[in-house]
């Protein structure tokens, strides 16, 4: 099992990370970045930036196209119907699909349209990119973590891509739980985003004691909380694990949904303490930190 063509729909901060980095070691025309038209005109006039570098990206009109061996999706959850609709060309009946989106449904969603034998589960961690505008700054990629959504050992096309991946210069790593790995990263982002979203900081408001940070781990606990009830049995270790990946991240960093809150765009609200929410009311758990940040920044975005 060989990757040699690859496909990426969403320009967003990882898109533009991860997409540059497979441009600059992939063979000319191996890969390109699927868009509309009108927006692949914008992209070209304008130009995208990483780094303070111009990105070279090859683009693919998406209402053409061949399948190609890795499609990666890289939108956020309320863009992901119409990169399903944009991608529709490239997938084909042996193409790998990975999303790096947040949250616990978009590996569901992308198997309900493509076939769930197509979609590699991943988690996306460790990075701190903050993308204003057309331009991206960072200092630490992250990782990548994949595998199938549980598994004993390594499956073919896992290796395949693991291998991949890292020889194009994009760390990545094999989990045999991908399931309570998302829930895992589900937890963080419960606890991160939102807080940091609410508190207008960056990753550094969440570095020091005080309430934000008391706030984030109490939301978290509320995730860990729920996966006993969905049988993922997330503890504490485990929210102390990613306490440790926070660490080092770079204080002036923000979280995608912090981005959005700047930009006065709808956040991914829905998919965090939405999520925990609807969970919570499933299972009879009360959730009254992720209710109050729901509350709270629901308001906030009324006011856009």
Sequence with gaps: MEIRKVSL?????????????????MEKGSFKVVADRERIKRYEEQ???SNGERCSFEFQADDEGTPVDLAIFAVKYNGLSDAIRSMKHQIGENTMIISTLNGIKSEEVLGEAFGHDKVVYCVAQGMDAVKEGNSLTYKNMGMLVIGEKKMEE?????LALHGFLNSHGVKCEIENDMYRK???KFMLNVGVNQVVSLYGGTYGEIHKEGP?????????REVIALSEKEGVNLTEAD?????GILATLSPDG???MRQDVEARRMSELELFAGTVLELGKKHGVDTPVNREI????TEMEKGY
């Design 9 to 25: 729909v969403g320009l967003g901060a990882l898109g533009v990370m991860f997409g540059n980095q497979l441009q600059k070691t």
């Design 47 to 49: 130009g995208i930036y």
């Design 154 to 158: 390594p499956t073919e096309r896992i």
């Design 182 to 184: 998302m829930w895992s």
């Design 212 to 220: 934000s940070r008391e706030m984030m781990k109490s939301a978290m």
């Design 239 to 243: 929210l102390e694990y990613w306490m």
């Design 254 to 256: 923000k979280p995608s």
């Design 294 to 297: 729901f509350d709270r920044i």
